[in-house]
């Protein structure tokens, strides 16, 4: 300032070392402070002249016009980052993303990686369509698995997966050529479709891949395993031919779960199951002809079934009965009807009669099923090629009196309980219906061409006529194409199996010794195999890897060895599994049988899909990783019938182990209310909408992948799991605060040495922390501990809940909020503050590594506003969060290797403090007190040991300023600090607290409060004054810390002790 530009007279004030230039207004322009100008607005005003001037109502400003308590803004180390409040993750995790991929950071972390591998095998999606929230789920979970063992050391190499083969795919492509005008005809030849079926699979899978990359999932993504890749179907060839060669594959004819509108044999785990099926069921009669000696006097009788598929009558064989039932001829009377005598299972007859509406009915005779059997036969209702006749034959423990008549039509070509009685009285499995699902000729005069599962049903019960006793509609849990949504049927057909019974009880030995989480899945597996028959795995279809084998063209027989197998195996390793279709027989068998190849024809047949998955640990595990069994095998809970099983019995089969060494399983995901997600229903969620945002649809702000992580990872996923829209708000709201402390903290450590960061620097002063302090980091020690345990257990929501608790509860709530003293006004480079920024830095270190596996955007991001220098080892000049310099092993490196300190000492003080802070607040509502710095605090504790805490905390010496020329350690604790009160008490007595505060009803009672005290508020006594519209309060000639704060910043900025005032 030029000494023109000062206009008016100065203005001395005795005892102040500051002389104050104030100009014809009124206002002051500048400030000498011992002969030095200081310049506006870095003017520092002493409280005595400030009283003065507000007392005499005289306006304090700056040149500028600012109120002078907006001066000291400057004087306060405040926080200050760049880490946002807002993630703006549209944004930013896709960069983050891309510097990973650029940093090769999966590659370093996989190359440099000090601790054994860790293998998670991925089962593969299906190829088809795009992603939904059940992917998410599943891949979101694999990837908190693979990231924590990143974290620990270990070798991680996660080979993304797709299964690419089969009929949905297969169906897509026929659909598509059938609405191109140009393709005549609409069907493809076998080559045509497999081009096109390639194609359509590898670009879902490109789709798919991305969207994966997008949740933030880490892995091989350049070189996944796909089931159509020459040398994963090579590997698949192999585990066949071993198969082959132990025996446990064959041809056969037996029923099979057949869909005729896809037109090929199914799987178990190909089907989906109805609970509210219809079928019409039929309780008819067949004449006997010839009748066994315990019925022969009883005639004429007719033997009573009951069945819901009366579409299987004209394939009868025979009817079955139990051999240790008990049964009876019966007389049925009607009214206006003649009487019917029919033969029933005894505890079945008064059923039977009310479902005919019989008037009455007399059992004739009794007898077992064994009688019943010897020598008994009767017409077949609709006879076909077997003849008019047939015989009544012992059946299985399938045949019961919980339903029907105790008597059972037996079609071996149409049942397995059926097909397995028939083996034993030597009865062909006759299916006179087509791959369309319609009656051939073989099924009898005028049925041909029907369709069984409709029309042919009501064509039936016409041809049964009077032997029709009763028909209704039943509801009933039936089989239905996963793929097509239509019902299928059972029906006989020759086919290549896999013989489970060879190495059933193998298996079941096996599971044992795999670790099952949830542990029921061990026993569910374990009965699925147990009851399980042999698995089809032959398909009729051109789309997946061919079963290689050739036919003879006269006499049909088949010609499979070893040799003809690995001479394809070769092929298809070097140019895939076309060269089925492509090359000729003569090509395809090996140098030694091409001299007959012109007697034989390809067969067409491929292979079940969920064989092609179910050996991908074959071409993975084996031949890629060269680590089997893997680690842990983790997806839904419905894979212990599909994925699960056909990868346990084929590795069983060939090597006599196991696949895994561990399987997790986790449940669906419903909508918020707890139904199944379905188009038609409109309560799809796509995850790509809680990633990106919608305003069209499902509105939904664009949450970003991390938010979509947080809610996988804080449900129970072993069982179903909701979502919707308060779902995310709720888990939006969660990551908003642990994203917020996250910022507050690094804000605080801005000016922080990274020499001064990391679990060794702080073990340095850990000797001369305060209690504080010690209790802290022994908390975060705990934590630390804790979420590496439920890491270890995959117990991911208790991560969540375990920092969510600490970020909230022990550090916004109570840490940092007594913290803000020391970090706001302590000299810049003053012990008592670098020590707390240390504390946090630790805090900060362990949380970022404890939330990466769950939320790698946030921690990462969070890790790059580090401060940090060149090669200093806790700077991200290393890298990535995920780089560790040593294995992150708990028994050997922990990352906060501090004990447990003063628990029981600092859960009263915080129980203590929840309290008052409830004592103040009543106080603020009957206007007793305004701002706890405002406020004097009475107390009676019941509990000694707390009585005895407060009297240490009770600190009688007034506060005093900071100095910048000496570490200034004040005693943390005093209750001033970590109550943000003026003034504490304690009294011995409830009634010395109401006498203090002088009404008994502001008193918080005994009762009424967590710590077991008595609690009180009042005002201090105190004088004030208004400086610029605020009030600062003196109470019994100590210095509000207020009033401290301002002086100590001042000086510290300044350089000078300015002295406290505390008239």
């Known amino acids: 300032m030029e000494a023109g530009d000062v206009k008016g007279s100065l203005c001395n004030n005795p005892g102040d070392r500051c002389q104050y230039v104030h100009n014809k207004a009124g206002k002051y322009d500048a400030v000498r402070i011992e002969d030095q100008e200081v310049l506006s607005p870095k003017v520092v005003v002493p409280r005595s002249l400030r009283l003065q001037e507000a007392e005499r109502g005289a306006e304090v400003q700056d040149v500028n016009g600012h109120d002078p308590s907006s001066l000291y803004r400057d004087t306060v180390l405040l926080p200050n980052t760049n880490f946002s409040q807002r993630a703006n993750a549209v944004v930013r995790e896709p960069k983050l993303q891309h510097w990973w991929n650029v940093n090769q950071v999966y590659e370093r972390l996989l190359s440099n990686a000090p601790g054994p591998p860790f293998v998670l095998h991925d089962g593969p999606p299906y190829a088809n369509g795009d992603l939904h929230i059940g992917h998410a789920l599943n891949k979101i979970l694999k990837d908190f698995i693979n990231r924590y063992r990143i974290l620990r050391g270990n070798k991680v190499q996660f080979i993304p997966g797709w299964d690419c083969h089969g009929l949905p795919i297969e169906l897509k492509v026929l659909q598509a050529a059938g609405k191109n005008a140009s393709e005549t005809p609409p069907l493809l030849e076998p080559l045509q479709l497999r081009a096109r079926a390639?194609?359509?699979?590898?670009?879902?899978?490109?789709?798919?891949?991305?969207?994966?990359?997008?949740?933030?999932?880490?892995?091989?993504?350049?070189?996944?395993?796909?089931?159509?890749?020459?040398?994963?179907?090579?590997?698949q060839l192999g585990v066949f031919a071993v198969m082959f060669e132990r025996g446990h594959i064959y041809r056969g004819t037996k029923p099979v779960w057949y869909?005729?509108?896809?037109?090929?044999?199914?799987?178990?785990?190909?089907?989906?199951?109805?609970?509210?099926?219809?079928?019409?069921?039929?309780?008819?009669?067949?004449?006997?002809?010839?009748?066994a000696d315990c019925i022969a006097e009883l005639r004429p009788l007719q033997l009573a079934i009951w069945t819901t598929t009366p579409w299987t009558l004209p394939a009868n064989l025979a009817v079955a009965v139990s051999?240790?039932?008990?049964?009876?001829?019966?007389?049925?009377?009607?009214?206006?009807?003649?009487?019917?005598?029919?033969?029933?299972?005894?505890a079945l007859a008064q059923t039977l009669a009310t479902k005919q509406a019989a008037q009455d009915f007399q059992v004739l005779a009794t007898f077992n099923g064994l009688e019943l059997s010897n020598g008994t036969s009767y017409v077949r209702p609709i006879v076909n090629k077997y003849g008019e006749t047939a015989d009544v034959i012992i059946g299985g423990d399938y045949i019961s009196e919980e339903s029907g008549t105790g008597l059972v039509h037996t079609a071996p070509g149409h049942g397995l309980d059926d097909y397995e009685t028939g083996l034993q009285f030597g009865l062909n499995p006759f299916s006179p219906v087509d791959e369309g699902g319609r009656y051939t000729a073989e099924a009898g005069h005028g049925l041909e061409g029907l369709d069984v599962l409709n029309e042919a049903v009501g064509t039936i019960v016409q041809r049964l006529q009077n032997n029709v006793l009763c028909d209704e509609l039943f509801s009933h849990r039936y089989p239905y194409d996963w793929r097509t949504k239509k019902p299928v049927l059972m029906r006989a057909t020759s086919q290549w199996f896999a013989s489970i019974s060879t190495f059933r009880e193998v298996a079941l030995e096996k599971i044992d010794l795999a670790s099952w989480v949830p542990s029921a899945g061990k026993n569910r597996i374990a009965a699925m195999i147990s009851l399980r028959g042999d698995w089809c795995i032959s398909r009729q279809r051109s789309w997946g890897v061919p079963i290689p084998v050739f036919y003879h063209k006269k006499t049909g027989r088949h010609l499979l060895t070893a040799e003809t197998i690995r001479h394809v195996q070769d092929l298809v390793r070097e140019h895939g599994s076309d060269v089925w279709w492509s090359l000729s027989v003569q090509d395809l068998l090996p140098a030694c049988l091409r001299d007959i190849a012109e007697d034989y024809e390809k067969g067409s047949d491929t292979m079940d899909v969920w064989f092609d998955s179910g050996t991908s640990w074959a071409s993975v595990l084996d031949d890629r990783l060269c680590e089997v069994p893997a680690d842990l095998y983790l997806e839904g809970s419905d894979q212990h019938r599909g994925w699960f099983q056909s990868s346990l019995l084929t590795s069983v089969a060939v090597t006599g182990k196991l696949p895994f060494a561990s399987v997790i399983t986790h449940g669906f995901v419903l909508d918020e209310n707890g139904f199944k997600m379905s188009k038609s229903e409109g309560n799809v969620i796509d995850p790509r909408v809680i990633i990106e945002g919608s305003d069209k649809g499902w509105k939904c702000p664009a949450y970003g992948a991390d938010v979509l992580r947080m809610w996988v990872a804080s449900v129970d996923y072993s069982t179903d799991v909701r979502l919707g829209e308060n779902a995310l708000k709720q888990v939006f709201e969660q990551y908003r605060k642990l994203r917020n402390t996250l910022r507050y903290?690094?804000?605080?450590?801005?000016?922080?040495?990274?020499?001064?960061?990391?679990?060794?620097?702080?073990?340095t002063y850990y000797s001369d922390l305060p209690s504080l302090d010690k209790w802290i980091l022994g908390r975060l020690g705990q934590l630390e501990a804790d979420a590496c345990d439920a890491y270890e257990g995959y117990h991911f929501s208790r991560v969540v809940n375990l920092v969510a608790q600490f970020c909230v509860a022990d550090l916004s709530a109570f840490y940092l909020d007594v913290a803000k003293d020391r970090l706001y006004i302590s000299p810049q480079l003053s012990r008592r503050r670098r020590d707390c920024q240390r504390v946090i830095a630790m805090c900060l270190e362990v949380l970022t590594r404890l939330i990466a596996p769950l939320l790698p955007h946030l921690a990462e991001?969070?890790?790059h506003e580090f401060p940090h220098i060149e090669h200093m080892p806790y700077s991200t000049e290393r890298g990535s969060v995920f780089e560790l310099a040593d294995a992150w092993d708990l028994r050997t490196r922990k990352l906060a290797p501090f004990p447990s300190f003063a628990d029981g000492m600092w859960s009263s003080i915080r129980l203590l403090r929840n309290?008052?802070?409830?004592?103040?607040?009543?106080?603020r509502k009957k206007g007793i007190v305004g701002s706890s710095l405002d406020s004097c605090v009475f107390i009676a504790a019941e509990n000694e040991a707390l009585a005895a805490i407060l009297k240490r905390l009770t600190k009688s010496k007034p506060l005093q300023?900071?100095?910048?020329?000496e570490d200034c350690q004040l005693e943390m604790e005093d209750s001033r600090f970590l109550f943000l009160t003026s003034d504490m008490c304690v009294v011995d007595t409830p009634e010395q607290v109401a006498l203090a505060v002088r009404s008994p009803e502001h008193v918080l009672s005994l009762d009424q409060t967590q710590s077991g005290s008595t609690i009180g508020v009042v005002r201090p006594t105190y004088r004030s004054a208004r400086v610029a519209g605020s009030a600062i309060q003196l109470s019994e000639g100590r210095v509000s810390i207020l009033c401290c704060v301002l002086v100590a910043t001042a000086q510290s900025r300044t350089g000078r002790n300015m002295g406290v005032a505390t008239d």
């Not at 880490?218 to 070189?223: A, L, N, T, Y």
């Not at 300023?961 to 020329?965: D, L």
Request: charged share 25%; hydrophobic share 40%; glycine share 6%.
């Open 198 to 235: 390639s194609a359509f699979a590898k670009d879902a899978m490109s789709r798919q891949r991305e969207s994966f990359k997008r949740y933030g999932v880490c892995g091989s993504w350049d070189e996944p395993y796909l089931t159509l890749n020459p040398e994963y179907e090579a590997a």
């Open 259 to 291: 869909s005729p509108s896809s037109q090929t044999a199914l799987a178990e785990a190909e089907l989906e199951y109805s609970d509210a099926h219809i079928s019409r069921a039929v309780y008819a009669t067949f004449d006997v002809v010839d009748a």
């Open 323 to 346: 051999a240790s039932l008990e049964y009876a001829a019966v007389d049925y009377f009607f009214e206006g009807k003649p009487r019917r005598r029919l033969v029933v299972a005894k």
């Open 745 to 763: 903290m690094l804000g605080n450590i801005h000016d922080l040495s990274p020499s001064c960061m990391g679990g060794s620097s702080l073990c």
């Open 861 to 863: 991001e969070a890790w």
């Open 915 to 923: 309290d008052i802070n409830k004592a103040l607040e009543l106080g």
């Open 961 to 965: 300023p900071h100095s910048i020329n």
